[in-house]
């Protein structure tokens, strides 16, 4: 039986009321819908806590109910969703409900996050949520990506408490998360060093060739004003795919970039030349006026048809799929000389273009406190990850020690 067909057969078992957790191997896992919306799942039937103070009928719906506390921070509520799903993906699969689990299976979750196996049933590239190939993951956790599913969903379960759909928070009881799953350096290192940078810079803005087509100028312009907007304001992705063009407006002659972020905090970010000449090249290219008006609505980043705005899926695989061709490019042009920064390329993700504007402001000369309003960060710790002076004194400084000369006198 194909995937489609298993899903179908799932969706009508689920209409009839008579449906079950499988627990065969080769099922593919479900989708679990965003909050507010029927959960297309087993539905993995509660009842082991009598005192729920919500009205649910499956853990799917008692989490669509947390999940919906959300709804006012998309960003935040995508995030939160993807964990939980695939949380309760990883129950169902085992014929399991919420208020089963226990601090011992914690353990064998996060291995499995690390490592999502069978892989045909669980990775899958980008794909419609509808679709039958969909997967819930894109590839193995990083330990970063792990302990922030944890901490999620260790306020999830806190929520399910309060709300008397479980009897307790098995992830209260796993020590210290925050500090056990981050294997990271303390500082930022996944960004583009300068010369790097420039080089990208170079091949993105390189002129087009004579006799190049409309759909081609169309790219190469989006293409400037998306790596543009992200290397000189700093945005996280998804506030690069939700901006308008009546966010950009003027003040006392300067202008200013108005956005809501993560934790639905509203800020705005000065808007340099170099970014306004961009928007402005975009504009034209878009057949609009060169600067916007007040108020002005539509997107600013758009798909084909010059209106439609660009998802956040849509603008990841785009910024990747620059990455990964500058890569080939440069791998042409410099050969084994290039091979580290060719790697660099071939791993960066959208994310390393803000890490990078905010690696660079820092190397600049930027105040920390204006850092830290750029990328608006509640702690100044958070931003200071960005300044590399230390490691550049303390390198300079280990250089003092070294090995015996040979001219050393024998002793």
Not at 138 to 159: D, E, K, T, Y
Not at 248 to 257: A, K, L, N, Y
Request: proline share 6%.
């Amino acid at each position: 039986m194909h995937e489609r067909e298993l899903h179908e057969q799932k969706l009508r078992e689920e209409s009839s009321g008579n449906a079950t957790a499988h627990q065969s191997v080769e099922r593919t896992p479900a989708r679990y819908a965003a909050a507010g919306d029927p959960v297309s799942s087993a539905a993995v039937v509660a009842g082991a806590n009598g005192a729920a103070r919500i009205a649910a009928s499956s853990d799917a719906e008692a989490v669509a109910q947390w999940l919906a506390e959300f709804r006012a921070s998309p960003q935040t509520l995508r995030a939160y969703r993807r964990e939980a799903e695939r949380l309760l993906l990883w129950l169902e699969h085992q014929g399991r409900r919420l208020d089963q689990l226990r601090r011992q299976d914690l353990d064998a979750f996060e291995s499995f996050l690390a490592s999502p196996t069978p892989r045909h049933l669980w990775v899958g590239p980008p794909r419609p949520r509808h679709a039958p190939d969909w997967r819930p993951f894109r590839g193995p956790l990083s330990p970063a990506s792990r302990r922030q599913s944890l901490v999620i969903l260790q306020g999830m379960f806190a929520w399910l408490v309060e709300a008397g759909w479980v009897a307790h928070n098995p992830f209260r009881l796993m020590r210290d998360k925050r500090r056990r799953l981050d294997n990271r350096r303390t500082g930022i290192d996944r960004y583009l060093e300068r010369p790097l940078w420039e080089w990208l810079w170079e091949w993105i803005t390189r002129p087009l060739v004579e006799g190049t087509n409309a759909r081609e100028r169309y790219l190469w312009q989006r293409r400037r004003v998306i790596f543009g907007f992200a290397y000189l304001l700093a945005p996280r992705i998804g506030e690069m795919a939700s901006a308008e063009m009546g966010d950009f407006f003027q003040r006392e002659g300067r202008w200013w970039w108005r956005v809501v972020g993560k934790g639905d905090k509203a800020a705005r970010i000065p808007v340099p030349d170099d970014m306004l000449a961009l928007l402005r090249d975009w504009r034209r290219e878009l057949g609009l006026s060169a600067e916007p008006a007040p108020g002005e609505a539509g997107p600013v980043l758009r798909g084909l048809d010059g209106q439609r705005s660009l998802g956040d899926n849509q603008l990841y695989r785009l910024i990747r799929d620059t990455f990964c061709r500058a890569a080939n490019a440069l791998e042409v042009e410099a050969g084994e000389e290039a091979i580290a920064q060719v790697a660099r390329l071939r791993a960066a993700t959208p994310h390393w273009l803000r890490h990078t504007a905010l690696t660079h402001q820092a190397q600049a000369g930027v105040e920390l406190r204006y850092l830290a309003s750029t990328a608006r960060h509640a702690r100044l710790d958070t931003t200071a990850r960005y300044l590399h002076t230390e490691d550049e004194e303390w390198h300079r400084q280990q250089t003092l020690h070294g090995l015996p000369s040979r001219a050393a006198e024998s002793v």
